[in-house]
C-alpha cells in the first residue's frame, strides 16, 4: 500500500460561538475568537490517499484528478466565506480547525477517483496549527 499527499490553500473568515452558552462563557472560552464579526486565516489542506499502485498507470490515483476533487468539493465551497454565515456544515458545528478537517473529510469521504481511499485529511491553520482526521 502507498500512501500519497495532496496539498491545497483556502482562505476564510469564522468565529466560534457556542448558542447554548451566554456572551459571557463564549468570551471566557473562545477569548477574541468569539467576535461574532469574526477574523480570517490562511488554510493548507492536505489530502492523503491510500491503495495500490495499478500496474499498467503506475498511480495510486491521477493527482490532477485528486486535484479536481478537492477543488471543487473544499476548496471552492471554503475559500474566501465566512464559514459560520455561508457554509451549510458549519450551520450546527463550530468551525474551529478541527471541524473544519472534519467536514472536508465527509465532503471528500467516497469521491476519490479510482481505487484509491481516503486515509487522512490535514488541514493547517496557517501559521502552524493542525488538525488531522481519519475518519471515524
Not at 42 to 48: A, D, F, G, I, P
Not at 55 to 63: A, E, K, Y
Not at 67 to 73: L, T
Not at 85 to 109: G, H, Q, S, Y
Amino acid at each position: 500500500m502507498i500512501l500519497l499527499t495532496r496539498k491545497a490553500e483556502f482562505s476564510a473568515a469564522h468565529y466560534y460561538w457556542n448558542e447554548a452558552w451566554s456572551a459571557e462563557e463564549n468570551a471566557r472560552v473562545f477569548g477574541k475568537c468569539a467576535n461574532r464579526n469574526g477574523h480570517g486565516h490562511n488554510y493548507t489542506l492536505e489530502v492523503t490517499v491510500a491503495g495500490d499502485v495499478d500496474p499498467v498507470t503506475g498511480f495510486v490515483v491521477d493527482l490532477k484528478q485528486l486535484k479536481d476533487v478537492m477543488e471543487r468539493e473544499v476548496v471552492s465551497v471554503f475559500d474566501h466565506r465566512h464559514l459560520n454565515l455561508e457554509v451549510p456544515d458549519f450551520k450546527t458545528a463550530i468551525p474551529t480547525t478541527e471541524n473544519i478537517a472534519v467536514a472536508a473529510w465527509k465532503r471528500l469521504e467516497g469521491k476519490i477517483p479510482g481505487k484509491a481511499r481516503l486515509h487522512r485529511v490535514r488541514v493547517y491553520e496557517m501559521p502552524d496549527l493542525f488538525a488531522d482526521y481519519f475518519g471515524g
